[in-house]
C-alpha cells in the first residue's frame, strides 16, 4: 500500500507523531512518504501517488490547517480515503473517512490494512510500548526546526515523549477528553533509540513533549538518567504541572544537574477563582513558589497563560502582568502567551461547570470549540486588541521587552521602563509555545498558505 502521512504543525519540532507510525507501516512493507506542510510546500504529485492518506493533529493550530488541507485531497482525490489521527482525531469525523484518537498507531496501521473496526479513542498500551523505531529519515531534517536558543546561540534540537496523555484532568485541556486520566508510559529503549537517531543528526538539546514529564516521575528519571549517562552534554527541558514542580522537590537537584535548561509549566491566570474553575491543582502563590524553587536549582520557568476566559476582568489581567514583572518573568514569556484565548473543544471537562453556563455559545465545527462570550464584552474587544497589537508588533520584528511595555500600556499600566539589556531572556526554543490556544490569524495564514 502507498501511505501518504501529512503533519500540518506540531509547535516547531520534527513530527514525531508522523515519524513513529511511518516507522512502523514501512517494517510492515507499505510504501510510506511523509509530508510536513509547515516546512514543506503542499505537493499534488504525492496525493496522486497515494493509496491511502492519514494527518496528525495533534493539538489544535494542526487541526484547523488539516482541514483546509483535507479539502484540497478532496478536490483532487474524491475516492482517496483519508484518516486523520491524534490528540484532535476524533472531532475530525466530519471531514475524514476514519477518525482515530488517543494510542492511534496500531489502528492507523490497522486501518492501512484493511481493518473496518471502527473505534475513535484507543487507549491500548500496545502502542506506546515501544515498537519500531520512529522514521524520521522520511522527513526534513532537524536543521529546519526550531532550534534551543540560549546565550546568543541557537542550538539543533530534537523532540520525543516518554509518555501520552495525563493522570490529571484539567477542565480546560483537550488531552483529558481523550486520556481521561490515563497515562501511557514509552518504553524506556524506544526513547533511547530516537534520542540517539537524532543526536547522530546533530540535536544536542531535547525537548520531552509529555503533557507533563512528572506524570510517571519514577520512569522519567529512568529516562534522564539513562539519557544522561549516553549522552551527558545533551541539554534538555519538559513541560510540568506547578503542582508537581512543588511536588517532587527532592528531584529537582538530579534534574537539573543531568541538563534540564527550562520547564514550560501552564500558570494559566492569577486568579485563584478561575485557577479552581479549571481544576489546575495549584494557586497563584503556589506559581510564585514554583518558579523560586526551579530558579534555586538553576532552571527557568516558561510560563504558559491563559489570561482570556469568560470570567477575565481587566484588573486580572493587570495582575498577570505585574506578576510577570515581580518574578523576573518578562524575558520567559513569549508575547503570545499574554493573548490566549480559552479554547473548548468538544467533550471538555469545562463545559458541564454552573460557572460557564451563562456564557456558552454553539458548537463551531470547523474551530472545533464551543463559542462563548465574556461576562463583560469590554474583555473580548482587549483581547482582540492584544493580539492584533502582539502579531503585528512581532511582525515588525519588535523585541519582547518592548512588547511587554506595550502590553502595559494598553491595560491601563505604567510602563517599567524596562531596556532589551536590562532583561535577560531565558532559555527557550525559537518557536513559542502555545500548544492548544487558537493560533493567530499569522500562523494559520502562514500555515495554510503552505498547505495551499
Known amino acids: 500500500m502507498r501511505v501518504l502521512l501529512i503533519s500540518t504543525y506540531e509547535l516547531g519540532h520534527q513530527p514525531l507523531n508522523v515519524a513513529r507510525p511511518a516507522g512502523a507501516l514501512r517494517d510492515r512493507g507499505h510504501d510510506v512518504r511523509c509530508l510536513d506542510l509547515s516546512i514543506e510546500p503542499w505537493d499534488a504529485e504525492l496525493v496522486t501517488w497515494a493509496d491511502r492518506v492519514a494527518f496528525s493533529v495533534p493539538m489544535h493550530t494542526a487541526m484547523r490547517v488539516a482541514r483546509e488541507a ?19 482525531g476524533p472531532v475530525m469525523a466530519d471531514v475524514a473517512d476514519r477518525a482515530l484518537g488517543g494510542e492511534a498507531d496500531a489502528a492507523l496501521t490497522g486501518w492501512i490494512d484493511g481493518d473496518d473496526d471502527d473505534v475513535v479513542i ?23 526546526y526550531a ?67 512528572l506524570n510517571g516521575a519514577h520512569h522519567s528519571m529512568r529516562v534522564v538518567r539513562a539519557l544522561h549517562e549516553r549522552h551527558p552534554d545533551l541539554t534538555f527541558d519538559c513541560t510540568v504541572k506547578v503542582e508537581h514542580v512543588l511536588e517532587h522537590a527532592d528531584l529537582w537537584p538530579e534534574i537539573a544537574a543531568s541538563g534540564c535548561m527550562f520547564v514550560v509549566s501552564a500558570f494559566e491566570s492569577v486568579d485563584d477563582a478561575t485557577l479552581a474553575r479549571l481544576d489546575k491543582g495549584h494557586t497563584t502563590a503556589d506559581a510564585g513558589a514554583a ?21 477575565t476582568t481587566l484588573g486580572q489581567i493587570q495582575a498577570l502582568l505585574d506578576f510577570v514583572a515581580e518574578h523576573d518573568l518578562v524575558g520567559n514569556v513569549d508575547p503570545v502567551q499574554y493573548t490566549i484565548r480559552l479554547l473548548l473543544p468538544e467533550g471538555s471537562l469545562l463545559l458541564g461547570h454552573p460557572d460557564l453556563a451563562p456564557h456558552l455559545g454553539e458548537y463551531d465545527v470547523k474551530r472545533s470549540s464551543y463559542a462563548w462570550t465574556s461576562a463583560d464584552p469590554e474583555m473580548d474587544a482587549l483581547q482582540a486588541q492584544l493580539a492584533s497589537l502582539v502579531e503585528s508588533r512581532l511582525a515588525d520584528g519588535d523585541d519582547g521587552v518592548s512588547i511587554y511595555e506595550e502590553l502595559r ?18 532559555p527557550r526554543l525559537t518557536e513559542p509555545w502555545f500548544c492548544c490556544a487558537e493560533p493567530t490569524s499569522e500562523q494559520l495564514g502562514v500555515l495554510i498558505q503552505s498547505a495551499m
Open 122 to 144: 484507543h487507549l491500548g498500551r500496545e502502542a506506546a510500548s515501544g515498537g519500531a523505531r520512529p522514521a524520521r529519515d522520511l522527513l526534513p531534517p532537524i536543521d529546519q
Open 291 to 311: 518558579v523560586e524553587l526551579l530558579r534555586t536549582h538553576g532552571i527557568e520557568v516558561r510560563p504558559s497563560w491563559m489570561p482570556f476566559t469568560p470570567w
Open 409 to 426: 500600556r494598553a491595560c491601563g499600566l505604567e510602563r517599567l521602563g524596562l531596556s532589551v539589556d536590562a532583561v535577560t531572556v531565558a
Open 147 to 213: 532550534r534551543f536558543a540560549i546565550h546568543g546561540e541557537q542550538r539543533l534540537a530534537g523532540y520525543v515523549e516518554a509518555s501520552h496523555g495525563c493522570a490529571h484532568r484539567c477542565r480546560h485541556c483537550p488531552v483529558p477528553v481523550v486520556y481521561d486520566g490515563r497515562i501511557r508510559i514509552v518504553d524506556l529503549d524506544a526513547v533511547i533509540a530516537d534520542t540517539d537517531q537524532q543526536v547522530a543528526a546533530g540535536a544536542r538539546h531535547l525537548t520531552f513533549g509529555d503533557p507533563d514529564f
Open 70 to 88: 483535507i479539502t484540497l485531497v478532496r478536490d483532487a482525490r474524491p475516492d482517496l480515503s483519508i484518516a486523520c489521527f491524534g490528540l484532535y
